[in-house]
């Protein structure tokens, strides 16, 4: 996934306001640990972060990534079930009776080449779609992986703060939003438990030491859009003897985004975007077909069904008025939004303000999308949020400037390593500890 600007103005730099103290948990100390520990365990996990760096690997190819982290997570004493859902891991940790916490990272990388100049930079290179391409963590999965296992090692060392499982659990190919539902068909929530709570994180282009979150939609609804218009072929010189399926298309295209326009709502969130149309071989043969390929993204079912029937109507009313053929039309479902639970974000709230103070923001939604949403579905109430992982005065010059610092997919994409992996680790050890203390109260 993806993050856009108004991530810019959340981050907007106010005042610091004092800690606010958090009346059950000690969270001032419990802060001072999870730190002290992070800064002895670093080494190993710079180490981790930057041969995963190194080594990317793409959607569901993840065998090397992932049997380093199953090393690591035995190593910590976690019981380990590797090849689930294809290359994904489980592990649990169980600590007497007490509910069940999930905390997931992704496993996979990008199909590009990173131009970072880096030291640790990646030069693999593997085969994607039939062709040879380089392969980079450009989307900050491998932040992820570090502090998964960071947080994973201060968990234990706080065992005697909380009672029940932890269920670690990383996901492959996330960038193709498949790896969730492999490992939920595989059986994740019933060859293991299903968790009470979940949490996952993702890396974001604000500055670190801050976190931000949101109660309700966090990223959208994705859906990915197929049409074949079919025409009549001919000579580009007599088009009275075709029906141009070129045409169709040059009409759809403008005449889809009245739906967004027009139809929905222009208070709610929603986009169709047509990042493919082909049609033709040569300047003067009228085709016989034109096949188009976009994304639909949005955060509301309403708004998702509307504009779905609007684009079907548009496409149809299109084909109707060149006298063709009903076209071809397909919408697959890509992956939900991400919602994040109002309970589950509200005890987590209270340890985070009290440990990160104003570093800890309401963000907007965001309008990538994420397969975190598809454990959410399965029943399992969550909260994901965000982690800033460039250095504070870089990136507001950077804005300033008006060439913000390279965001997630960009082969510049460059986290500055201890300082973000310290704020994962923090805040998810953190916010796994407030649900585990939520839930020993019967709240
Ligand atoms: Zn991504
Ligand atoms: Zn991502």
Not at 111 to 134: C, H, N, V
Request: proline letters at 6%.
């Amino acid at each position: 996934m993806q993050f856009a600007k108004p991530l810019l103005a959340a981050f907007a730099l106010g005042s610091m306001v004092a800690l606010p103290a958090h009346a059950e948990l000690d969270v001032a100390s419990l802060k001072q640990s999870i730190e002290t520990s992070f800064e002895s365990e670093y080494p190993k996990l710079d180490a981790l972060y930057k041969d995963i760096h190194a080594h990317p690997e793409i959607a569901f190819e993840e065998e090397k990534t992932a049997a380093k982290l199953a090393a690591e997570m035995r190593a910590i004493g976690f019981e380990v079930t590797e090849k689930v859902g294809k290359t994904g891991l489980v592990a649990l940790y169980k600590n007497g009776d007490g509910p069940t916490i999930m905390v997931r990272t992704e496993l996979d990388a990008l199909p590009m080449e990173e131009k970072t100049g880096l030291p640790y930079a990646s030069r693999d290179k593997t085969i994607w779609q039939e062709r040879e391409t380089f392969v980079t963590h450009s989307c900050g999965h491998d932040i992820h992986m570090a502090s998964w296992v960071g947080t994973a090692k201060t968990l234990v060392g706080l065992k005697d703060q909380w009672k029940g499982t932890l269920m670690f659990i990383a996901q492959p190919a996330e960038e193709v939003v498949a790896g969730a539902r492999a490992m939920l068909a595989d059986g994740l929530f019933t060859r293991f438990p299903k968790p009470d709570a979940g949490f996952a994180l993702h890396a974001g282009v604000f500055p670190y030491g801050f976190v931000g979150y949101r109660v309700g939609v966090g990223w959208s609804n994705e859906d990915g859009l197929y049409i074949k218009f079919e025409g009549r072929g001919g000579h580009g010189a007599m088009p009275q003897a075709t029906i141009d399926p070129v045409m169709m298309a040059s009409r759809f295209v403008v005449d889809a985004q009245s739906v967004i326009s027009r139809e929905k709502d222009p208070t709610e969130f929603g986009v169709v975007s047509i990042g493919s149309l082909h049609a033709g071989t040569a300047d003067n043969i009228i085709p016989d077909e034109a096949v188009l390929l976009g994304t639909i993204r949005t955060f509301n079912p309403d708004v998702r069904a509307k504009m779905h029937d609007g684009i079907e109507r548009t496409a149809k009313a299109v084909a109707a008025m060149a006298n063709a053929p009903a076209p071809d039309i397909k919408i697959t479902e890509g992956t939900k939004a991400v919602v994040n639970d109002a309970a589950v974000v509200a005890t987590a709230e209270k340890v985070l303000k009290a440990a990160f103070g104003d570093k800890f923001r309401v963000t907007p939604p965001l309008t990538p999308s994420e397969d975190f949403s598809e454990y959410i579905n399965a029943g399992v109430p969550s909260m994901m949020f965000n982690i800033g992982v460039y250095e504070l005065e870089k990136w507001a010059a950077a804005n300033k400037s008006g060439t913000p610092l390279p965001g997630n997919h960009s082969p510049l994409f460059a986290p500055v390593p201890k300082p973000t992996i310290q704020t994962g680790v923090t805040a998810m050890t953190l916010a796994v500890l407030s649900a585990f203390d939520q839930r020993a109260k019967g709240q």
